[in-house]
């Protein structure tokens, strides 16, 4: 395998730079088919260039000076949505989310992607993800466009229309703001009773912008079990976004501000609420093992991560003894089942409320469909695989479908509205908070 272009002057082929893949990696698949049936979008198209096994043989083709890169080898690799489902079902350990990060981080630096999405490329993920404080305004601007009637005035005179079709899927997708964000700026969560821990929480980006009652609660749930949290200022997005665009060098920027704020704290751990988020912080040893300054920072804190979920469960955590009567679903994020192996931690959690019913949808553990921006830049296959979810929760009848990620409560949400279901989405720690918060005091 090169690293070099190979082909005519100015033809782009073969993987250039050094975040190509890499040849130990690209040659483990032995072809077997294993990954097919794991993989949603080839059971939604049934099509091999839509499965693991068919984007692993384009890259290896690019890589080997077989096929040049086009907009059509792009399409495909850019309808994948790193479930990393495969990965679970390859018996050759092929690292199919390390290559795929890999290969789009290739194209980006040597494929030219149309004018619109370069603009919205450069925008979103090195304009606002990278910068807090811009992220902030902009989520400001959103609050007023949701609040003031704006938006639904653009509905109801379909002024939407007039916009790019991926801008209006952008607003559809745009939940309502929380009512005042969830900030990090220091501030310390002092622990109930005996101290057990000190942790670092990641506030995140969309996280505290759209869900900062569920930040909130996190911070509760882990003070009633004796831990102490601190939210450590200067922190921003963990990157994974940007990572999974192949925007790995702003991912790099966002990994080293995260590890100086976290390590500045000397926690115990460091602990997400957000499944995606979890999972690339557990990989920035990956990420930055070639930055010499970074890469043994990066190690300390990748092995300090925790998802809260598997936190709790270890600690272990205080059962509650309010109960809940409801008939609950829990939804398997991919990047907390898939990558860091974590299926059983939240389901202790819920079975530990009283009065709580927990049941299994069918095809657990195939993707909703959200995939961090895919939902707007794949609208087509995210809506058919949300509308299967959906499906699925609704054979289910629960009163509360229960999950650990932000784009998976938002995705669910809206195909669930879609085929008219009538059942709520909430995170399991906003579950275990409302237990607690009707426990009986002492």
Known sequence: MTNKPVGPPGAFQGFAGPDAPQEQDLYKCVHCGFCLNACPTYLETGLEAESPRGRLALMKAV?????QITAQVVGHWDLCLQCRACEIACPSGVPYGRLMEATRTSV????????????????GYRGTLTNPRRLRTLARVLKLYQKTGIRSLATSTRLLRLLPGRLQQLDKNIPNLSQRFFQARGQVIRAQGRRRARVALLAGCVMPLMHADTMEATARVLARNGVEVVVTAGQGCCGALNAHAGERDSARTMARRNIDSFLQAKPDAVITASAGCGATMKEYDELLHADDEYA????QVSSMVRDVHEFLADLPFIQPDSPIEQRVVYQDACHLAN???I???PRTLLRSIPGLQLVEMPEPDVCCGSAGAYSITQKEMSERLGKR????IQAARPDTVATGNPGCKMQMENALRAIGADCQVKYVIDLLDQAYQGETKP
């Not at 980006?108 to 925008?123: D, M, S, T």
């Not at 979810?389 to 699925?392: D, I």
Request: no cysteine.
């Open 63 to 67: 890589a080997e000076g077989r096929l």
């Open 108 to 123: 980006q630096h040597g494929f030219k992607r149309p004018i619109g999405e370069r603009i919205g490329r450069a925008l």
């Open 296 to 299: 043994e920072k990066a190690a």
């Open 339 to 341: 990558v860091q192996k």
């Open 343 to 345: 299926a059983e931690a």
């Open 389 to 392: 979810k959906a499906r699925n």
